[in-house]
């Protein structure tokens, strides 16, 4: 879910995503998993053709069983943005952005290495993407956005380890993980 606005000059919008899923398996020890995600979102349009955001983004997973917890995850991952718009009509409009999110957390491992010790082991991120998107106008404060994901370069360390991924037509916006993120806009302020 997501609430936001056109990018016009002086126009403040709110908005965001929020999401949870759950998973269950049948097998000997019933493992269940969930995770969530939520990330407030407020910005501006600066100029006639030109937006800036900020989106505070922050998840969570947890794994369990009928022996207890498992392992759970944490991040804070906010997410700063700049978009650049085209108008096509009166109703529709084109962009093409830049997203940079940074991230902080953890990850807990229950009863490991040995049963009733736990490892927490902190988390990073960064990440940068290039996108594209749609937004038309089905009222004077409301909007649906379309964005599409195009290419950029993420970057996870847990502990030690460091992943590095240079990616095209992949996600990198962590705050929805989607290749197609859909949402509803709102301007409060114009």
Known sequence: MALGANAQLNNWYVGGIAGFSSTS???????????????PEVGVGIGENWSVGLVLGINGSKVKND??????????????YGRRWWTMGDRLKLFAGL?????SGNT??????LPGSDTKTDMSAFGVNLNSGIAYSMAERWTLLFKLAGVGYDSSTTGDNTDNTFWLLGDGN??????????VYYTFMQ
Do not use: E, Q, R
């Not at 398996?25 to 990330?39: I, L, R």
């Not at 807990?108 to 290495?113: C, E, R, V």
């Not at 962590?174 to 949402?183: A, S």
């Open 67 to 80: 022996d207890g917890d498992i392992s759970s995850t944490f991040m804070f991952m906010p997410d700063i």
């Open 108 to 113: 807990t491992l229950y009863d490991f290495p």
């Open 174 to 183: 962590v705050t929805n993980g989607n290749f197609l993120f859909v949402g």
């Open 25 to 39: 398996s049948d097998d000997n020890n019933n493992t269940k998993s969930s995770s969530w995600a939520f990330g």
């Open 99 to 103: 997203d940079v999110t940074f991230g």
